[in-house]
């Protein structure tokens, strides 16, 4: 380990306690909250320009080269470069989305979708289940667990199956989870525990079983997760040719994506790699909003790491009804991540907004059909836009990145139960759930077993 240049420090303005690298700790001892990785860049070999990265481009076929997040080493140096685990993960894609723009008036080259779907396990989490796999074999750990929606999981899973370093074992809500993000923990070979109780009950289990059991925590409470998930917004910099957008719009669940791009885009002003940072838009679900409630309502900024936790924990208190959304993935009411999700918006001057499962499902169906599709939670990414495009937060004319989380495939029921035209299907699926219209259905055709009937119909579709 670089330990000599790298630490964990508390996050706590007010306690600051630093600790080593080779301890496994997911909190401050001393005060609980979150904590950090930290570096002593002046004694760290930073490049001088982001544009210096591209020479690792010729040296593919080196695995750390290959890998989307460990190219960018020299950013998140916490472990030598010889000693990562890595499975080619970050091999994502930027891509320029002007038939979406067109729906929310947006002028053409500016709205661009970062599709981390293509990752190893189809989510975004494989490039911080890397990093937090990189700590891991160097603190020896056997057993990795995490709770999880659905993708932290199928990561774990995956890497834990592919490196042999370690078990796994996931701690996941009862159905709570997508069938696409399940079936893949299973095939894998996860130890899978399921929870009476949803996703927020899994993460409490799951922080008491790990000490008592001695098991290495993957959740993003691990600060070695966070690190790996910063690249994501050094890859957005690198197909834009290092050129800086003007907002970032992603999904918050568990906040742990969000407080990476913030934590991001804080070091690259710091070392002076960019001269601003992008506007970060965080979109909750309205089943599960805590932080638009908390960042809107209640008015609670990071101030500095001064934040008013005394108020988050008295809002946490009274929540009395469970998280409640389609978008499965960020049915999150207590995120483990807010006090670095809040550090996040102060850096990039954030807002926050909420959208409802009928903008969600919108969303996605529009996504789909201008190309690669996507999971509903990062759907909300576009939903999010569509709405501060409409509040005029957003201008025509700004640079706008959504990231795109997880792939479509990884919840095909949503989809199917917006697209069949099934009425059963519909009422059981999407109408119990509040949903009410199917604007961007792209119903089948239904047709007898009979070639003419098929020509016909084919016939009149084309007229359409
Ligand atoms: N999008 C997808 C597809 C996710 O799987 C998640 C989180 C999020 C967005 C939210 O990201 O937590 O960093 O704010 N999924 C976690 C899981 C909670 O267990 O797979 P976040």
Same mark, same amino acid.
């Given at each position: 380990m670089n330990s000599e240049f790298a630490y964990q420090k508390c996050l706590s303005a007010t306690c600051q306690s630093t600790f080593d690298l080779g301890q496994i700790l997911t909190q401050c001892p001393h005060c609980g909250k979150l904590l950090d990785i930290q570096y002593e860049w002046d004694k760290l070999p930073v490049p001088k320009s982001l544009v210096n990265f591209e020479t690792y481009w010729s040296q593919r076929n080196n695995?750390?080269?290959?890998?989307?997040?460990?190219?960018?080493?020299?950013?998140?140096?916490?472990?030598?470069?010889?000693?990562?685990?890595?499975?080619?993960?970050?091999?994502?894609?930027?891509?320029?989305?002007? #038939?979406?723009?067109?729906?929310?008036?947006?002028? #053409?080259?500016?709205? /661009?979708?970062?599709?981390?779907?293509?990752?190893?396990?189809? #989510? /975004?989490?494989?490039?911080?289940?890397t990093a937090a796999f990189s700590h891991a074999k160097y603190v020896d750990a056997k057993i990795a667990a995490c709770a999880s929606t659905g993708n932290t999981s199928a990561s774990l899973a995956m890497y834990s199956a592919?490196?042999?370093? @370690?078990?796994?074992?996931?701690?996941?809500?009862?159905?709570k989870i997508a069938?696409?993000?399940?079936s893949q923990a299973l095939d894998f070979g996860a @130890?899978?525990?399921?929870?009476?109780?949803?996703?927020?009950?899994?993460?409490?289990?799951?922080?008491?079983?790990c000490p008592r059991l001695g098991i290495?925590?993957?959740?993003?409470?691990?600060?070695f997760r966070i690190e790996g998930q910063k690249t994501i917004m050094?890859?957005?910099?690198?197909?834009?040719?290092?050129?800086v957008p003007d907002w970032i719009i992603v999904p918050g669940g568990n906040l742990g994506n969000s407080s990476s791009f913030g934590k991001m885009f804080g070091?690259?002003?710091?070392?002076?790699?960019?001269?601003?940072?992008?506007?970060?838009?965080?979109?909750?679900?309205?089943?599960?909003?805590?932080?638009?409630e908390l960042y809107n309502q209640h008015e609670i900024r990071f101030d500095g790491g001064h934040y008013d936790r005394t108020r988050c924990d008295q809002y946490f208190a009274n929540l009395n009804s469970a998280a409640d959304t389609l978008a499965s993935a960020i049915e999150i009411n207590r995120p483990v991540n807010l006090a670095k999700c809040l550090r996040a918006l102060e850096i990039c001057d954030g807002v926050v907004e909420q959208v409802t499962d009928q903008e969600i499902l919108d969303?996605?169906? %529009?996504?789909?059909?201008?190309?690669?599709?996507?999971?509903?939670?990062?759907?909300?990414?576009?939903?999010?836009?569509?709405?501060?495009?409409?509040? %005029?937060?957003?201008?025509?004319?700004?640079?706008?990145?959504?990231?795109?989380?997880g792939h479509q495939l990884k919840d095909p029921d949503a989809t199917v139960a917006y697209h069949s035209g099934d009425a059963e299907m519909f009422a059981k699926k999407l109408g119990a759930r509040g949903i009410e219209s199917v604007r961007h259905a792209n119903h089948p055709v239904r047709v007898a077993n009979d070639t003419d009937a098929i020509v016909d119909v084919i016939q009149k579709q084309m007229k359409e």
């Amino acid at each position: 380990m670089n330990s000599e240049f790298a630490y964990q420090k508390c996050l706590s303005a007010t306690c600051q306690s630093t600790f080593d690298l080779g301890q496994i700790l997911t909190q401050c001892p001393h005060c609980g909250k979150l904590l950090d990785i930290q570096y002593e860049w002046d004694k760290l070999p930073v490049p001088k320009s982001l544009v210096n990265f591209e020479t690792y481009w010729s040296q593919r076929n080196n695995p750390t080269r290959l890998s989307g997040v460990w190219r960018f080493h020299e950013l998140l140096p916490f472990v030598p470069i010889e000693d990562v685990v890595t499975l080619g993960e970050g091999q994502t894609l930027l891509q320029c989305a002007d #038939s979406l723009g067109q729906i929310c008036q947006h002028e #053409s080259g500016k709205l /661009f979708l970062q599709y981390e779907g293509f990752n190893p396990s189809g #989510s /975004f989490k494989d490039n911080g289940m890397t990093a937090a796999f990189s700590h891991a074999k160097y603190v020896d750990a056997k057993i990795a667990a995490c709770a999880s929606t659905g993708n932290t999981s199928a990561s774990l899973a995956m890497y834990s199956a592919v490196s042999r370093q @370690m078990r796994s074992i996931i701690f996941i809500g009862s159905g709570k989870i997508a069938f696409g993000k399940l079936s893949q923990a299973l095939d894998f070979g996860a @130890m899978t525990i399921q929870i009476d109780g949803d996703f927020d009950d899994a993460m409490r289990q799951v922080q008491q079983v790990c000490p008592r059991l001695g098991i290495y925590l993957v959740n993003s409470v691990n600060p070695f997760r966070i690190e790996g998930q910063k690249t994501i917004m050094l890859r957005v910099l690198e197909a834009l040719q290092w050129q800086v957008p003007d907002w970032i719009i992603v999904p918050g669940g568990n906040l742990g994506n969000s407080s990476s791009f913030g934590k991001m885009f804080g070091e690259l002003l710091q070392l002076g790699l960019i001269d601003r940072a992008p506007r970060l838009a965080v979109i909750n679900a309205t089943g599960a909003n805590p932080l638009y409630e908390l960042y809107n309502q209640h008015e609670i900024r990071f101030d500095g790491g001064h934040y008013d936790r005394t108020r988050c924990d008295q809002y946490f208190a009274n929540l009395n009804s469970a998280a409640d959304t389609l978008a499965s993935a960020i049915e999150i009411n207590r995120p483990v991540n807010l006090a670095k999700c809040l550090r996040a918006l102060e850096i990039c001057d954030g807002v926050v907004e909420q959208v409802t499962d009928q903008e969600i499902l919108d969303a996605k169906a %529009q996504i789909g059909s201008h190309g690669m599709g996507c999971e509903p939670a990062s759907a909300a990414s576009f939903a999010g836009l569509k709405k501060l495009r409409s509040q %005029q937060i957003i201008a025509p004319s700004d640079r706008v990145v959504c990231v795109l989380t997880g792939h479509q495939l990884k919840d095909p029921d949503a989809t199917v139960a917006y697209h069949s035209g099934d009425a059963e299907m519909f009422a059981k699926k999407l109408g119990a759930r509040g949903i009410e219209s199917v604007r961007h259905a792209n119903h089948p055709v239904r047709v007898a077993n009979d070639t003419d009937a098929i020509v016909d119909v084919i016939q009149k579709q084309m007229k359409e």
